[in-house]
């Protein structure tokens, strides 16, 4: 059986060559680029302004084809969290925030993450592939159609007075590290931006990254979006320990890609986020270490409260201690602001999205073996 070509995973260049190989006008590609991302169609039998032969021909060779949902959990604040069947018992969760000005969308980019970050639950969980363009859009493209066949988000959309666009902004900030699945992210990042699509501006679209230097030197060519970098230390030692990723790009040539990025940037600024945990990052003296970060870069720091989970070995800052160290950036006039837990109750929250992952990497074990071990006694 021949496997048909799922659109989802089309941009829009790709899908002007697909259609001229079928004999069409390249118009035909934006009309029917519109009928799958703009209207939500799957079937090509009711796109009514394509001819009859070309419905007959997508229908023959192609398809609009999301990962199978396995479950779908609405948190008491409304949060929504998916969790989506990417096969071969992986399993990817997807995350969306309503907020009173805005929709906010938090999607994966891989099953699992090789980047291993101690405080975060997706590391814990190990690595086993990349995510395909047509897996990274077809979150949103079910997310879309999900959440405006529900009533209540009628409603909510008509608030946003963004049309039929409640959702809003897209976060690559699920499970996976996006810059190390690049030439899959990209694309998809394009569609998120490209007006026969999702049409969503630039400084909407955010890509997490924990510090992936050559690619972010990339991107800022390629597909400049917001950018949000997992900081978390505010030096070396203490972020290696926390991030091994950084060991490889110390806080140095992070900061200076940063800067670089900042020339494409469609924001002024580059958020930094940073998790509190206690006793472990959360000093006055880490909060004046930072401040020197921010004395480097233009900057927004967003501080998050820690989301425990059992593997970890890590406790959250208490509230008072987030507002202190969220003081002392403020007085020094650096931009701050405190996230908002939104989902906990379905582990939907920052930090919390985990899946379902056949390690074939070994990191978990690895991960497992260290989750006894204070921060403070851990070796680089």
Not at 153 to 168: C, F, H, M, Q, V
Request: proline residues 4%.
């Amino acid at each position: 059986m021949i496997e048909r070509l799922n659109l989802l995973g089309l941009g829009n260049d790709a899908l002007v060559q697909q259609v001229a190989a079928w004999g069409h006008k390249p118009f035909r590609a934006k009309q029917l680029s519109r009928w799958v991302h703009q209207r939500g169609v799957s079937d090509f039998g009711q796109m009514t302004d394509l001819a009859k032969d070309f419905r007959a021909e997508l229908e023959q060779h192609c398809t609009v084809a999301t990962p199978e949902v396995i479950t779908c959990k609405v948190s008491a604040d409304g949060t929504r969290k998916w969790l989506f069947d990417v096969g071969n018992h992986n399993a990817i969760e997807t995350v969306f925030i309503p907020e009173d000005d805005r929709g906010t969308l938090c999607i994966s980019s891989q099953a699992g993450c090789t980047v291993a970050c101690r405080f975060c639950s997706t590391g814990h969980q190990g690595f086993n592939r990349n995510l395909t363009t047509a897996e990274i859009i077809g979150q949103l493209w079910h997310a879309r159609a999900d959440i405006l066949a529900d009533k209540g988000a009628a409603r909510l959309n008509a608030e946003l007075g963004e049309g039929d666009r409640i959702i809003s902004n897209v976060v690559m900030m699920g499970m996976g590290e996006p810059l190390l699945n690049y030439d899959q992210v990209v694309p998809a990042l394009k569609l998120m931006l490209d007006d026969n699509a999702y049409g969503l501006s630039r400084r909407r679209v955010t890509v997490s990254t924990s510090g992936v230097v050559p690619m972010m030197d990339r991107l800022a060519k390629d597909c400049p979006v917001a950018l949000a970098v997992s900081l978390h230390a505010p030096n070396d030692d203490l972020r290696s320990r926390l991030i091994p990723l950084n060991k490889k790009y110390p806080l140095a040539e992070l900061i200076a890609a940063c800067n670089r990025y900042l020339e494409f940037a469609p924001r002024d600024f580059i958020t930094f986020e940073y998790i509190m945990l206690e006793d472990v990052n959360d000093t006055d003296k880490h909060a004046l270490e930072l401040i020197e970060i921010t004395k480097q870069v233009r900057c927004k720091i967003n501080l998050i409260p820690f989301n425990p989970f059992p593997e970890s070995g890590l406790k959250r800052s208490t509230s008072a201690r987030v507002k202190q160290f969220a003081q002392i950036l403020l007085d020094a006039g650096v931009m701050t602001t405190v996230r908002k837990t939104r989902g906990d109750d379905i582990d939907a929250a920052c930090g919390q999205l985990a899946g379902e992952v056949k390690d074939r990497t070994k990191i978990s074990a690895r991960m497992q073996m260290q989750k006894t071990i204070p921060i403070k006694e851990m070796t680089l």
